[in-house]
């Protein structure tokens, strides 16, 4: 069978044959009750085979926005983030001081007391145990999924199993689960029925080959068998089969539509990363159902989708990819006195996402008794607003071939900050029959907004047959007069110079007979994502790197390093420093770094580390000191 035949649907197949109805549909192709799914019917453990499943489904390059997040037993201490699994055991760090202090030392009072329960030094007790609200506790999954809706997300769904080895899902093949112990509930099920019970897709994250693959690097040897797989300690070929074993699981068990992996997938087995592929793709055959499988390394983007944790690139990318960002900098997880992003940021970014060809998932961090917090409440009903009003510019739409102007950087790689735009910001996108041309402007323009990219010269407007701002509530719009262009660019006279309604951007809708204009010159595209076992050029072209303290505590501090790129284009990087007073990094985020006293080596080469002229991304990571030290106020980065 050719490539095109193999991106036929079934529904395709049925029409070509002049056949109709559920009956022909059983009788021509041997499935029951058969619906139209892309791709080939049946797949192999090849990457010939698995290349050709479509990596972007329709649901999910028309839904753009998702929720999931981080909930377990690392949220209980509430202390640090995500990683204090770990880092409670790394003597001397800042998560490993707190524990000692409010629990005991690591040894006596072990991470899985967080999941079978026990007292603090305070006579607390302390467990991973959310009970739901029907049995007198704090957690209603159904609400849950009616905020999801309420923030306008199209997909929702849990962090099955983060780093820590903990299953939050009726696992057989995994003691350690949330029915065996903790709050004794399917969670993963709880989650799925409650989300689709409200027409949402359901995503589901699994974080476990970082389980074994040097997270608990700091936690001894332990003395029996079923520690030693909570702990990751297992032979090799018995990790790589639990790896295995619990995605069939989840992938039989709740028919996940999404399913999302985090970053050193490359370090499973390349047989084993294929037969995952192969399986759930099959299965998704059998349930008539068009999924979703996203990467940072071990899989490409022939067949799954690309995601760059908290960013997005530069520009308009190629093919369709996905963000994962989430509420807060300092934490996936919920901690003490976390802090949020603006809802304007977060918005902004969404909006910029779309516009280069990407999807953003967004994490929300609930309290250990199973709490949304009333700040993360307000980011995600923000953007819900703008979403149910102007959502026509959102949902369902495409990249145009400009994704948009204005002074404000946003992208660029992974780990770049969400940013608000200004009134000068404006991002396109088009509706998918291409007849409609969206302008989102981040701020009341004025009295005039000014479209730089449609000057006279760049695009022939003879085709508009309209132009209206898209009103206050959804399906209502305010026309305006004919704008005008020329060599500064288009220019469209607003219904007065002060907002006439209160929102955080503002939508300009251009409607054409045929298709939208393309300018005649575009933008360079930002670079696509490397596939897997490519190796990365050598880094062209000068970077420099800026170094600014985010958050600090006693005995540690979080920090960020952004390296720009210079005239010309880079396809890789290291940045180098020495800490002054004896500073030691305990975790790091987007690259892998070497410490040698106090020098320090980040490397970001092989992933995602090609940047565009003039483009940014930046890194994070936290370190601590010895003594009384403080968070060094500069250190002098020189890249290469």
């Known amino acids: 069978m050719s490539s095109s035949s193999h991106r036929l649907t079934r529904r395709g197949l049925l029409i070509a044959s002049g056949a109709t109805g559920v009956a022909a549909a059983t009788g021509l192709l041997g499935v029951r009750n058969a619906l139209a799914t892309a791709g080939p019917q049946s797949y192999t453990p ?44 790394n ?7 707190h524990h000692k202090s409010v629990f005991g030392d690591p040894s006596a009072w072990p991470y899985h007391n967080f999941i079978n329960g026990a007292r603090d030094k305070a006579g607390n007790w302390v467990q991973f145990a959310p009970k739901l609200k029907s049995a007198g506790g704090n957690w209603d999954p159904n609400e849950w999924a009616q905020l999801f809706v309420d923030a306008g997300a199209k997909f929702a769904g849990p962090v099955a199993e983060h780093h820590d080895g903990y299953s939050m899902w009726n696992s057989r093949v995994n003691e350690w689960n949330s029915v065996a112990t903790g709050p004794k509930l399917d969670l993963l099920r709880l989650h799925a029925d409650a989300i689709r019970a409200k027409g949402l897709k359901l995503f589901v994250s699994l974080h476990h080959q970082w389980n074994f693959g040097g997270y608990y690097q700091y936690v001894p040897q332990q003395s029996s068998t079923t520690l030693r797989k909570l702990y990751g300690q297992l032979d090799n070929a018995t990790e790589q089969q639990l790896w295995t074993d619990k995605l069939r699981e989840v992938i039989d068990g709740y028919q996940p539509d999404l399913i999302w992996q985090d970053l050193y997938l490359g370090r499973i087995d390349e047989a084993r990363r294929l037969d995952f592929l192969a399986y759930y793709y099959n299965k998704a055959v059998a349930w008539n159902k068009d999924v979703v499988v996203t990467y940072k390394d071990g899989f490409n983007n022939r067949g799954e989708v690309y995601d760059f944790e908290r960013g997005g690139p530069a520009g308009i990318q190629t093919p369709y990819w996905l963000t994962d960002d989430s509420v807060s900098s300092s934490s996936w997880c919920y901690t003490q006195g976390i802090g949020y992003y603006s809802t304007t940021a977060m918005l902004h970014a969404l909006i910029d996402r779309v516009s280069k060809n990407g999807t953003m998932v967004l994490n929300v961090a609930p309290t250990a008794d199973g709490v949304i917090p009333s700040g993360q409440q307000t980011i995600l009903r923000g953007i819900g607003d703008h979403l149910k009003r102007f959502g026509e510019s959102i949902y369902g739409t495409r990249a145009w071939s400009v994704f948009g102007e204005g002074p404000t950087q946003m992208g660029g790689g992974s780990f770049v900050t969400p940013r608000a735009g200004t009134n000068k910001d404006i991002r396109f996108t088009r509706n998918k029959n291409n007849t409609v041309l969206y302008a989102t402007v981040m701020g009341w323009p004025g009295s005039t907004l000014t479209i730089t990219t449609m000057t006279s010269s760049r695009v022939n407007l003879a085709n508009l047959t309209g132009v209206q701002l898209l009103g206050s509530t959804a ?81 540690g501090f979080q920090a960020d390093v952004t390296v720009t790129a210079g005239a010309a284009p880079i396809n890789g990087w290291k940045v180098s420093w020495s800490f002054p007073n004896g500073q030691v990094i305990n975790q790091i985020w987007n690259g892998s770094h070497t410490q040698s006293g106090s020098n320090v080596t980040v490397s970001n080469v092989a992933y995602n580390g090609a940047l565009a002229a003039g483009a940014s991304t930046t890194f994070g990571f936290t370190a601590t000191w010895n003594g009384t030290n403080n968070p060094p106020a500069s250190i002098t980065c020189t890249t290469s």
């Open 46 to 89: 090849t990457w010939a085979s698995v290349d050709q499943h479509p990596p972007a489904a329709e649901w999910f390059q028309d839904g753009k926005f998702g929720i999931y997040y981080h909930w377990g037993a690392f949220a209980v201490p509430a202390f640090g983030n995500e990683w204090y699994p770990r880092n409670m055991y």
């Open 91 to 97: 003597n001397g760090s800042y998560e490993n001081n």
């Open 475 to 555: 399906g209502t719009y305010v026309n305006l007069p004919r704008p005008t262009q020329d060599g500064g660019g288009l220019h469209i006279t607003m219904p007065s110079a002060s907002a006439p309604y209160s929102a955080l951007a503002y939508v300009v809708k251009l409607t054409f007979v045929g298709a939208t204009p393309t300018p005649t010159a575009s933008p360079t595209v930002a670079p696509t994502p490397t596939p897997t076992g490519t190796t990365t050029p050598p880094p062209a072209g000068q970077a420099t790197a800026k170094y600014t303290v985010t958050n600090s505590w006693s005995g």
